[in-house]
Nanobody, 124 residues
Framework: QVQLVESGGGSVQTGDSLKLSCTAS????????MGWFRQAATERREFVAA????????NYADSVQGRFTISRDNAKTTVYLHMNTPNPEGTAVYYC?????????????????WGQGAQVAVSS
């Protein structure tokens, strides 16, 4: 079993920055990928970003390209989402996720483990 614990959510204004963290523990296999999804009120959970084990294969949703940066620290089993230039459209609950196998990554169903969610509110 794998547990993911998120931290760093909060309220910010447009122009501020915010970093989310997600730390994994438990039965971690080699070469696990991690990612972030977000879900606004009444909306479906949507893909934000993903990063492979090495950190060399990174993918972003078009909506956050250039605004967010995903990174990971394998020694700390932690993935980060740095919201460099958030805007009000970024208001949502952000979930980190973890998967073990090479496969599709843009759908929530592709991921095996999930964090508890971190609320982010961005005001203009």
């Amino acid at each position: 079993q794998v547990q993911l614990v998120e931290s760093g959510g909060g309220s910010v204004q447009t122009g501020d920055s915010l970093k989310l963290s997600c730390t994994a523990s438990g039965r971690l296999h080699l070469d696990y990928a991690m990612g972030w999804f977000r879900q606004a009120a009444t909306e479906r959970r949507e893909f934000v970003a993903a990063i492979d084990w090495s950190g060399s294969d990174i993918n972003y949703a078009d909506s956050v390209q250039g605004r967010f940066t995903i990174s990971r620290d394998n020694a700390k089993t932690t993935v980060y989402l740095h919201m460099n230039t958030p805007n009000p459209e970024g208001t949502a609950v952000y979930y980190c996720a973890l998967k073990f196998y090479p496969a599709s990554y843009r759908n929530p169903e592709d991921w095996r483990y999930w964090g508890q969610g971190a609320q982010v509110a961005v005001s203009s």
